[in-house]
């Protein structure tokens, strides 16, 4: 019998690929004028999520949203506890006033990654309106932070973990409790 962990499934590729399509409905029902709209990926998953949305807005629309990459690393309150990794540049592609932002995370859990890319995004400019989107809502909010747009809600205990997968990186796809 191995150590390894059992790994559980939460959302096929298929069923992936139907909630990016239901997000990305969702996010063109609630933004009026898409021109005005900017994605930005928080590190490292948040990243790719906005890159596949985009593509996915794009498909349906046929209007090129903007994107970009906001690292909330040095805005964080808990820094010592969750450590450093790699930081990667912070990069947005237009002057954020009036801009409506769409935050982009793979899994929000106490709401502190979320908190610390709101400051990291205040430091750029006043926004319209930020919104926030990500693919698995835990629970566990130590902040009173909600998305806007969610993929889907997984209650889990605090030693769980969630990943979301994706092809061009992992070369497999689905979001699994692990």
């Not at 997000?23 to 709209?37: F, G």
């Not at 409506?100 to 205040?122: K, Q, S």
């Amino acid at each position: 019998m191995s150590n390894k962990k059992k790994r559980i499934v939460i959302l096929t590729e298929n069923e992936l690929r139907k909630t990016l399509s239901r997000l990305t409905s969702e996010i063109i029902e609630k933004v009026q004028n898409l021109d005005n709209l900017l994605l930005v990926g928080i590190p490292t998953r948040g990243v790719d999520l906005a890159e596949v949305l985009e593509k996915e807005l794009f498909y349906k629309t046929g209007v090129k949203i903007r994107r970009g990459v906001i690292d909330p690393t040095f805005y964080r309150d808990d820094q010592n506890r969750v450590g450093t990794r790699l930081i990667k540049a912070t990069d947005i592609p237009t002057p954020i006033e009036k801009q409506e932002i769409l935050l982009i995370d793979d899994v929000i859990y106490t709401g502190r990654t979320i908190r610390a890319a709101m400051d990291a995004l205040c430091s750029w400019g006043r926004p319209k309106r930020v919104m926030l989107l990500v693919m698995v809502d835990r629970g566990h909010r130590e902040l009173p932070i909600q998305p806007d747009f969610y993929g889907k809600r997984v209650p889990t205990n605090k030693n769980e973990s969630i990943s979301l997968r994706l092809n061009n990186i992992d070369n497999e796809e689905g979001v699994f409790l692990e």
